[in-house]
């Protein structure tokens, strides 16, 4: 079974500290996705990539970055966490082929005071 | 712009058979998925239509018509742990080559 997995399940954090958010993939799958979920919005992309080392900016990259050092992990950064950015972060993997079925993680609920 | 839309909610009653549209907005795209989402849960992946036509999976089919823009989900002999939110996805065919979400259908079931 493909397994995606997030550091938190939950999260708090203050307003102005730096926020990693973690997630590995065990399918050796090319494409890392990371996306937002608020109620009403649906899944809004933030940033993804294609490769090691390479990033793409998805809808909503502002005040967010990534890092992709190795194949199987993709971290997403909060340079300077605001109220605005409490959600829940949800990340995905998939192969570079159709179906380009996306794998998700459970999910990091945080909140930001 | 690349959109999808879906309506927001749709209710049906336990045995029975709804249909959840996805109208979209894109120059070109490689196919429609359909994803299922479970309150507090991760979403999980239910189909793909490449082509045009029916795809049947047990008792979801998804169907697409590009000529038409638009596509669907058909749930059969609803059952109450169908309740849930359903999201189309199509992975557009662009320098960006990104997977676009529909904002997503709550479906509600009554006994």
């Known amino acids: 079974d493909v397994k995606v997995t997030q550091s938190s399940r939950y999260l708090v954090k203050r307003t102005g500290e730096k926020v990693f958010l973690e997630c590995v993939q065990d399918m050796d799958h090319e494409n890392m996705f990371w996306y937002r979920q608020d109620p009403g919005l649906g899944l809004r992309l933030i940033y993804f990539?294609?490769?090691?080392?390479?990033?793409e900016k998805g809808d909503i990259p502002e005040g967010y970055s990534v890092s992709r050092e190795k194949k199987e992990r993709f971290s997403l950064i909060l340079e300077s966490a605001s109220t605005n950015q409490t959600s829940m972060y949800l990340c995905?993997?998939?192969?570079?082929?159709?179906?380009?079925?996306?794998?998700f993680g459970p999910g990091t609920r945080l909140t930001v005071t | 712009g690349q959109s999808l839309e879906q309506p927001s909610e749709v209710t049906a009653v336990e045995g029975a058979i709804v249909q959840i549209n996805c109208t979209y907005q894109?120059?070109?795209?490689?196919?429609l998925s359909w994803y299922q989402q479970h309150d507090g849960g991760a979403p999980t992946f239910l189909s793909y239509?490449?082509?045009?036509g029916l795809e049947e999976t047990g008792r979801f089919s998804s169907f697409l018509s590009r000529s038409d823009s638009y596509g669907y989900l058909l749930l059969q002999e609803l059952q109450m742990k169908d309740s849930a939110s359903y999201f189309c996805?199509?992975?557009?065919?662009?320098?960006?080559?990104?997977?676009?979400f529909g904002k997503g259908t709550r479906l509600h079931i009554l006994p």
């Open positions: 990539s294609y490769d090691v080392k390479m990033k």
């Open positions: 894109t120059s070109g795209f490689y196919g």
């Open positions: 996805a199509v992975k557009a065919m662009n320098r960006d080559d990104k997977i676009i």
């Open positions: 995905a993997s998939s192969w570079d082929s159709v179906p380009y079925e996306q794998y």
């Open positions: 239509n490449g082509l045009d």
